[in-house]
């Protein structure tokens, strides 16, 4: 599976930006697919995940951010709203068939997109 994550930019705090996760093959749906982020000197760190029609996400974007998929178009979602300078990151979409203890790990997916950087000035 061939993942492309899309949408990032620059955006002043409280904004929002939609960030996307396509991928390049019609079994998409049937992957658990998380959104983490990685921001400079700091570990990837899980921000949400989709998995078998279930959300769930990190404490810090609980509210904030929603993950949804769009089967028709091979494509999973990620909205963020009230954006504080902390998210500020390069943004990964992962896919795989992680179990439910793993799914806020990096290891429990097995295909990545190329990141998305995205920046919120204070």
């Known amino acids: 599976v061939q993942l492309q994550a899309s949408g990032g930019g620059l955006v002043q705090a409280g904004g929002s930006l939609r960030l996307s996760c396509a991928a390049s093959e019609g079994t998409f749906s049937t992957y658990t697919v998380a959104w983490f982020r990685q921001a400079p000197g700091k570990e990837r760190e899980f921000v949400g995940t989709v998995r078998m029609g279930r959300t769930y996400y990190d404490d810090a974007v609980q509210g904030r951010f929603t993950i949804a998929r769009d089967n028709a178009k091979d494509t999973v979602n990620l909205h963020m709203n009230s954006l504080k300078p902390e998210d500020t990151a390069v943004y990964y979409c992962?896919?795989?068939?992680?179990?439910?203890?793993?799914?806020?790990?990096?290891?429990?997916?097995?295909?990545w997109g190329q990141g998305t950087q995205v920046t919120v000035s204070s």
């Open positions: 992962g896919a795989g068939r992680p179990i439910l203890s793993t799914i806020r790990r990096p290891t429990g997916y097995s295909y």
